[in-house]
């Protein structure tokens, strides 16, 4: 898995022609987790031994969230966390397709000849056992598999894909993993650290006069991971990481009713990172959100959570070659 010329498009109307006649792997692949990952390395696999382009085509918002509005799917990965994991892996391309009404209405026959065949001019489609499309989601894995036949590009369908104890991997199962806190049984599922993206964005400016100041991030739209501290490494938009300790939550002792936020204490740094896209990674969860009685008490916890979190990332060792390549130093 190597970092790639890449290329993330929003569409199928105007794909390139190096990308024609390529392996593509299809799906929402929320998470990229190593469920989806069993899929993404079968086309990545067989792009390699044909010496083809290997490209991804997912669809954007969630087609769950589109149908139902009022329940959206809480996302363990949005679009540009999901690209990023992709080019990772060593794609090509990201195709964002995006799901509109229109989109919703057409049969499978229409998404197989005009995105498939016309668009893609697709040599082979890589996707899981279960994959449903096309309008009341009439295209299933058998019927694909009949229209590659007919139109002569291949199919190949990827099982199920079960973790070391037997149990199925899903993004349902992680997210409740996140949702308890248990980042580090999420990773192995996952099989890099969870990590989440956004702008760092001014905040009270307490944590600066305690002493710890912090790049504080939004955490709308992501996942419900327990509020708490946590011991997280933060990756700056040059790739430049940083060990650090990171506080979720609406900081009970200060500011009981503010809006949730991420504020990450980097280590052994300075500097200004107003306006910056920066990612953190999990490593390990450390203890919920307390109520301290007075500021006093509140910074000797933070020196201890910021002991126990430089112990936990020393110790920390890659997952995957993934893994090593999001969230660890380069070697």
Known sequence: MTETSFQRLSGTDSVPESLHDCVVAIG???GVHRGHQAVLERALEL???????????TFEPHPRSFFRPDEPVERLTDAGEKA???????????????????????????F???????????NCVVTGYDFHFGKGRYGTPQFLQAAGNQAGFGVSLVEAFDDEGGNLVSSTRIRALLCAGDV????????????????????????????????????????????????????????????????????????????????????????????ETGTVSFFGFL??????????????QMKRDEQEARAILAAAQPLSQLDRLLSFPAQ
């Open 28 to 30: 929402n692949f929320d």
């Open 47 to 57: 792009a390699r031994k044909r010496g083809l382009p290997a490209v991804v085509l």
């Open 84 to 110: 990023q994991v992709l080019k990772f892996l060593g794609f090509s391309a990201v195709i964002e397709q995006p799901f509109t009404a229109a989109f919703s209405e057409q049969s499978a026959e229409d």
């Open 112 to 122: 197989v000849q005009h995105i498939l065949i016309d668009r893609l001019h697709a």
């Open 184 to 275: 580090a049984q999420a990773a192995g599922l996952l099989g890099y650290r969870y990590r989440v993206s956004g702008e760092v964005i001014h905040g009270r400016k307490l944590g600066r006069t305690l002493g710890f100041p912090t790049a504080n991030m939004s955490v709308d739209g992501h996942v419900s991971l327990k509020h708490g501290i946590y011991a997280v490494r933060f990756r700056r938009a040059d790739g430049t990481l940083y060990d650090g300790v990171a506080s979720l939550g609406r900081r009970p002792t200060v500011d009981s009713d503010g809006t949730p936020l991420l504020e990450t204490f980097l280590f052994d740094f300075s500097g200004d990172l107003y306006g």
């Open 287 to 300: 203890r919920g959100e307390v109520k301290f009685d007075g500021l006093d008490p509140l910074i000797e």
